[in-house]
């Protein structure tokens, strides 16, 4: 597994949040998250770039940005970091082109479950009392899942199912996820 920063779900003037989570490998613990509110594409883009350059910095360039473009919001998002030159990558949580096309109903069933493949083979993620470890946290084990008719697909739990809960979208969790859309290898 090479770097990767991933954002997800990008949502303008909503009432979830826009996360860039950094994993390089099956580290998903040494640099935080970053959780923005009500930013517009412009400014979430900025975020992001930052972060990136961030990165550069330590001399260690991610090899991709996994972008949610989900719900259309996110394209902007793409476009704006795909212009100035970055590595991007949408992600469209109802694609079904991924691998596993028999065991997972769309792209969203599909990362979370290579993420809770990655929990089980020692991803390491932020401790529960640490800043966004509770958070994490409650993202990756409040989601329910079932089964399509037939048994046969899994399938997620809907934002809205969960919010009829009571539950908060699980942004965090998306934004981990994200970054299991595509392989990627590090040139860094």
């Known amino acids: 597994d090479g770097a990767a920063e991933a ?4 949502r303008r003037m909503g009432l979830d949040d826009s996360v860039v989570w950094p994993r390089r490998g099956r580290d998903a613990r040494s640099f935080e998250p970053v959780a923005v509110h009500g930013f517009d594409s ?7 770039i930052e972060r990136f350059r961030y990165f550069e910095l330590l001399g260690t360039r991610p090899a991709m940005i996994f972008v949610d473009v989900t719900g259309g919001y996110g394209g902007g998002v ?13 992600v469209e949580f109802a694609s079904t082109k991924f691998a596993d096309k028999h065991l997972y109903r769309f792209m969203s ?21 640490s800043k966004y470890g509770e958070r994490i946290y409650a993202d990756l084990t409040q989601r329910e899942y079932g089964f399509m008719v037939g048994g046969q697909k899994i399938h997620l739990e809907s934002k809205d199912r969960m919010k009829e809960r009571g539950l908060p979208s699980p942004d965090f969790g998306d934004a981990l996820a994200v970054t ?9």
């Open 7 to 10: 954002l997800s779900p990008p």
């Open 42 to 48: 412009v400014e979430v883009a900025g975020v992001v």
């Open 78 to 90: 793409l476009d704006q970091l795909r212009s100035l030159g970055y590595p991007v990558h949408g």
């Open 109 to 129: 069933d599909y990362i979370w479950g290579k993420t809770r493949d990655a929990i089980r083979e020692g991803l390491a993620l932020p401790a529960r009392n």
């Open 180 to 188: 299991y859309a595509a392989e990627v290898l590090s040139l860094s």
